[in-house]
């Protein structure tokens, strides 16, 4: 099993089990308590194990054969997994608030012992779920939206643990809704980088982590390399990059051992695994447009 099949397996698998036990429990008990922070959460936690599954079954899919009307494979299909991760963190975020202001009007919760004691058994599931994503989201943006996931449920329920002490300490049981919002908020501004870099990568713009700049210097290293244009960057899913580009060559050189070397030294850059260049003819007219 290759090392990106190996990080779409028990990982998942834990984190989708243990969640959906956990949302069982948290339902049960938010709705004996009377808890809006505990039931909004447990709805959270399910937006969360259908992110997670959405998250596992595109990374399946992207391992995939190509075929001849899908000629780059269908890597493609974890960036939709982390688009859809960040509109699920986002879209259970809002529905937060929304839930938290229509209950500030209600006298809230009052088993805050409770409460807090039920929403730290959901910190610990949530951040030990996070934590099995969190070496591989570094490199593959579809992971990090199972992550970003599980490290948001997990502040989620930290946020319920504290208003939970806080009701027991004071009596106060709007602070349940108070909470729930303060937390949304958060996990939204910290989210919001994970819908940016999915929707670029939908756009077909660079990655956030391949510099443009040193594939120009690469290129330009080459002294047989007379002028380039037409240089094209973009991802292809979350862990491959093609670049694509036009060169002419100054006269008398060996054009076939320039692209040989040009092709390695590209595709020994970060992520780059697809490479076409173009060597254009001496008298085509060229101008760089990058």
Same mark, same amino acid.
């Given at each position: ?15 989708? =089990? ?10 049960? *008990?938010?709705? !004996? ?21 959405? @998250? ?17 494979? #269908? ?38 012992? =409770? ?11 949530? *951040? ?12 593959? !943006? ?48 910290? @989210? ?20 443009? /700049? ?13 002028? #380039? ?7 292809? =899913? ?9 060169? @002419? !060559? ?9 692209? /040989? ?23 085509? /007219?060229? /101008?760089?447009?990058?």
């Amino acid at each position: 099993m290759s090392k990106h099949r190996k990080q779409y397996g028990l990982p998942f698998k834990l984190g989708i =089990g243990l969640n959906t036990l956990y949302i069982v429990f948290e339902l049960t *008990f938010g709705t !004996l308590f009377g808890s809006v922070a505990l039931m909004t959460d447990a709805m959270h936690n399910l937006s969360d194990v259908l992110g997670l599954i959405v @998250s596992w079954l595109a990374g399946i899919i992207s391992f995939k054969k190509r075929t001849p009307k899908m000629t780059y494979g #269908y890597k493609q299909a974890t960036v939709l997994g982390a688009f859809a991760n960040a509109v699920f963190v986002l879209a259970a975020m809002i529905w937060i608030i929304i839930e938290a202001i229509a209950n500030l009007g209600t006298s809230g919760t009052k088993q805050g012992l =409770g409460v807090a004691a039920i929403a730290l058994l959901g910190v610990l599931v949530n *951040f030990a779920t996070a934590f099995l994503f969190q070496k591989d989201s570094k490199k593959d !943006l579809n992971i990090k939206g199972a992550f970003v996931h599980m490290a948001a449920d997990g502040m989620v329920s930290l946020g319920v643990v504290i208003s939970g002490i806080l009701i027991s300490l004071t009596g106060w049981g709007r602070i349940d809704s108070l909470t729930s919002i303060i937390v949304a908020v958060i996990v939204i501004y910290s @989210s919001w980088g994970l819908l940016r870099q999915s929707l670029q990568l939908l756009m077909s713009a660079v990655p956030d982590d391949v510099d443009v /700049e040193e594939i120009v210097q690469v290129i330009q290293s080459f002294g047989a390399i007379e002028n #380039y244009h037409d240089l094209h960057v973009w991802g292809i =899913g979350t862990n491959d990059v093609a670049v694509s580009v036009h060169i @002419s !060559l100054k006269r008398n050189v060996n054009s076939a051992k320039v692209l /040989e070397l040009l092709t390695n030294r590209l595709k020994g850059l970060n992520k780059v695994t697809h490479t076409v260049i173009q060597i254009d003819c001496p008298q085509a /007219e060229v /101008e760089n447009d990058y």
